[in-house]
């Protein structure tokens, strides 16, 4: 492996200078470095990518044996060596598949609770299941991480489809979250769905107490409008939810790497079960893909070679998301904790320290505002930014049809303005026709300069169903998993997150003026200044 890095990062000194546009005298680039799985095209055209960069960086995961480990993974072996686990989200979307795992078949329980979970979202939504003040209005998934971020993203990115109860998103422990989305229900017709894969997560239990405090308040059997999403069934039976209205999924779904299975029930409350079956149908299309398309016309696997190309070897240090889709507002940051949760580690899976950087910084916003914001920096900043657009052909509102055309334009000027740039002499020229002259015109000249150069990739798709939206988190969850098996990582732990839960919980009775030991003078003399402003 070590030879094929420096390969690649030879091969990248050798580029020296060169142009991304130069790379357009072959007149197939734009078509040779595209590919396209199930109507979703991913054209890396604009990178500096060449034929020779390309074949090394897919040494690079041959050498890393992409593909056994993605057999792995889709056949149940314990690839999560840290946490010893299968790692088998794939699964909830292929309902009519066989997995073993420990020598039995699982997929049995994966169709009982799919047809359990359809069976309650059906009689939510025809009124058959009801609040104790009529037919349920609102549902509030309490969930933090990969227990929230699914969902809350795509329920707004398939609002179009949405015709169930309104549906609602807590995760923060900060009151104000579950204070301002509690004023506006009836706490008589919502519905709560508890959502924690361990049903320990503190921020999650607090605020499920305090939603049913609230509820408990208004209705006489709380428990009854609460439904648990966990692999805990105990610990929500403890809770007071009655195992009828527990979902439950086995520790081989990873909590970033859930929304396709019982996490996802407030999607399917709010979409319909049928559209939330054509959302596993787009994961699905997308896992087939992912196992037998070639690795050169492999759309995971070329996402995750660009991302390599981009951090490990050029050393950009982070990587903008930038839908051109309003309703994709979220998707950077469900891609924030999916990469970042996944790949943002410095030990490989054997102990030894990681031979390269870890996973990029993950940053975005929707096009076109972004544009008016931090755009400024990508263009003309000194670090590049490698962006990867996301654009559908058309939207759901056919009488805007004329904004879609100009978020498009939009979108594709981008891409071409930070390949392309503007040079000395054109920005000189400019000046000159405003009537500049001397060293004025060259000042003024300087700052008109874009150095271009600058790489990007497009996600081209027809229009985002639940379909494509399956596709699309099933892609970049791929492509996490080709970068961290590249890496040597285990993309599926996150001991990351421990320390800093373990040590709130000795902070807080620092907080509340109890004797806590151990805490450094500056954690000390600020939790001092908070008591004081709170008494
Ligand atoms: O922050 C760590 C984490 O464990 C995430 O990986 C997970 O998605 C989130 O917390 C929520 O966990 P749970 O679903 O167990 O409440």
Redo the contacts with the bound molecule.
Sequence with gaps: MTEIWNRLKDHRKTQGEARIEALFADPSRAEAFSAEADGLVFDYSKTMIDAGARDLLLDLARGADVEARREAMFTGAKINETEGRAVLHTALRNLAGSVMVDGAEVMDEVRATHARMTDFARAVRDGSFAGQGGAITDVVNI???????GPAMAALALAPYHDGPRTHFVSNVDGADIADTLKELDPATTLVIV???????I??MTNARTARDWMGKAVADPGAQFVAL??AAGKAAEFGIDESRVFGFEDWV???Y?MWGP?GLSLMLAVAPERFDEFLAGGAAMDAHFRGAPLEANLPVLLALVGIWHHQVCGYPTRAVLPYDNRLMRLPAYLQ?LEM?SNGKRVAMDGSDLAVVSGPVVWGEPGTNGQHAFYQLIHQGTVPVPCEFILAAKGHEPDLAHHHILLAANCLAQSEALMRGRSLDEARALMAAKGLTGAELDRQARHRVFPGNRPSTTLLLEQLTPFALGQIVALYEHRVFVEGVILGINSFD?WG?ELG?ELALKVEPLLKGEAAEGHDPSTERLAGMIRSLRA
């Design positions: 969930g933090i991480g990969g227990s929230d971020l959502a924690s894969k361990t049903f320990t997560t921020e999650t966990s692999s990873g909590g970033r859930s996490i904790q949760e996150q997150v839960k």
